[in-house]
């Protein structure tokens, strides 16, 4: 079993749609949670950074972590084409070393 | 892609070649990291540096090796280039937080 699973979709949404993208894990160790947008031959780039439980509000993004229940998710809200792409849940227990990635959901916002 | 370049972007070689992939940061961050991206597998971390002269090994280290003479630069070697390491290399940097910021990736392809 995988330290983090994340449904690899591809998720298809209207546009103007609210999104929902979730990840879960197994490592009670873990107390930062992160997400990263992927498009397409790029890199990875930070979205949203979290500590531990609670909901962290960004323009039309919001993230939510439930220690309690070892899951996290990443609203999107009023869903623009721009937003397709790749989202990565991220996630460690602090510090430089490893942080642990999940596979990725492909989101395709329909004009 | 916060002051980080990679080079090449793109290389085709053949098995048993060796190759060297550098990633160059700007941003003066202490800690680098070399990923690799595969479908089904998500990010996989290689190696990663803490600090000049200072790497350890990450969960897919075989067959790969690392160097760090320059805070700025990061290198990554495969001795013997194999079929299997065909993918796509991230160079990630951060400045002691968790947060790590990918460079534009390497497209590599063995024969």
Redesign the interface.
């Known amino acids: 079993q995988k330290e983090v699973e994340?449904d690899?979709g591809p998720l298809s949404v209207p546009e103007g749609a609210i999104v929902s993208l979730n990840c879960t894990y197994s490592n009670s160790a873990f107390q930062?949670f992160?997400w990263?947008r992927q498009y397409s031959?790029?890199?990875?780039?930070?979205l949203m950074?979290t500590y531990s439980s609670g909901n962290k509000e960004d323009g039309r993004f919001t993230a939510q972590v439930d220690k309690s229940s070892k899951y996290i998710s990443l609203f999107i809200r009023d869903s623009q084409p721009s937003d397709s792409a790749t989202y990565?849940c991220?996630m460690?227990s602090?510090?430089?070393?490893?942080?642990t990635?999940?596979?990725?959901t492909k989101l395709q916002v329909i004009p | 892609?916060a002051g980080?370049t990679q080079s090449p972007r793109h290389k085709v070689t053949e098995t048993g070649t060796p190759v060297t992939l550098r990633c160059h940061q700007t941003e003066n961050h202490?800690?680098m990291y070399w990923y690799r991206q595969d479908p089904?597998?998500?990010?996989?971390?290689i190696h990663?540096s803490?600090g000049v002269k200072d790497t350890d090994k990450?969960?897919v280290s075989d067959g790969y090796s690392v160097s760090r003479s320059k805070t700025e630069d990061f290198l990554l070697t495969l001795e013997s280039a194999t079929s299997s390491q065909t993918s796509v290399y991230?160079c990630a940097i951060?400045g002691?937080t968790?947060?790590?910021?990918?460079?534009?990736?390497t497209r590599l392809t063995v024969l």
């Not at chain 1, 031959?41 to 930070?46: A, F």
């Not at chain 1, 990635?101 to 990725?104: E, H, K, L, P, V």
């Not at chain 2, 968790?98 to 990736?105: D, I, V, W, Y």
């Open positions: 994340q690899p930062y992160m990263y031959r790029k890199g990875p780039e930070l950074y990565l991220a460690n602090g510090g430089y070393q490893k942080v990635f999940g596979t990725g | 892609d980080i202490r800690y089904g597998h998500g990010l996989r971390l990663y803490y990450g969960e991230f951060s002691g968790n947060e790590q910021f990918f460079g534009p990736g």
